[in-house]
């Protein structure tokens, strides 16, 4: 599974770095490098980086759905104006 040589460590993050990729090809969850190799530098524990991503995620979709909303309360008072 694992190119020859590789140390336990750099299994590890080969592991980590595939699941990510997954994480965003299946569910199409942003991934922002800087951020996870900052998070990676300082060893954050895999969880965080796990919430943190899906935090995000929430985050844009609960924003798209409160604008939404907005807009169509707006477009229907407008339409009692009329």
Request: glycine share 4%.
């Amino acid at each position: 599974m694992y190119r020859d040589g590789l140390t336990g460590t750099a299994q590890v993050e080969h592991a980590q770095r595939n699941l990510l990729y997954l994480l965003h090809y299946c569910y199409d969850i942003p991934i922002y490098e800087s951020e996870i190799a900052h998070m990676q530098s300082r060893m954050a524990n895999w969880f965080e980086i796990l919430t943190f991503m899906f935090t995000g995620l929430e985050l844009s979709t609960m924003l798209r759905v409160v604008y939404a909303c907005i807009k169509t309360v707006s477009w229907l008072t407008s339409k009692k104006s009329i």
